[in-house]
């Protein structure tokens, strides 16, 4: 199971800047972009298949704009969080490309 959880725009910080974390209530909503709206319905967003962003663990990056993320995300009706690796390429033009996303063993 793979999903993009970061908009295109603002998917990694600068090599200086160190990672933000998104709000602890974020929620990806069906574009694939984090919303912080958990106020709404179940029935609008919460759908079967929907993850909750719980977290973001670490993120490095590698000459040639890589990164390697970690993060934990649960589904909104479990409580268990599981943890994902990522590597996403952050393009200089178009949108960023993620070439694995994985669940962390």
């Known amino acids: 199971m793979c999903f993009s959880l970061f908009d295109t725009g603002s998917m990694a910080p600068d090599r200086d800047a160190p990672p933000e ?18 106020n709404a319905p179940p029935d609008t967003e919460a759908k ?9 663990s670490r993120t490095t990056w590698r000459p040639g704009v890589m ?14 969080a599981t943890t994902f690796q990522a590597e996403v390429q952050k393009k200089l033009k178009g949108p960023h490309k993620v070439y694995s996303c994985v669940i962390k063993t």
């Open 48 to 56: 079967e298949g929907s993850i909750v962003l719980a977290g973001i």
């Open 21 to 38: 974390n998104p709000p602890e209530n974020s929620q990806e909503n069906s574009q694939g972009r984090v919303a912080s709206d958990t």
């Open 67 to 80: 990164y390697y993320i970690t993060f934990e995300a649960q589904d909104p009706f479990n409580s268990n």
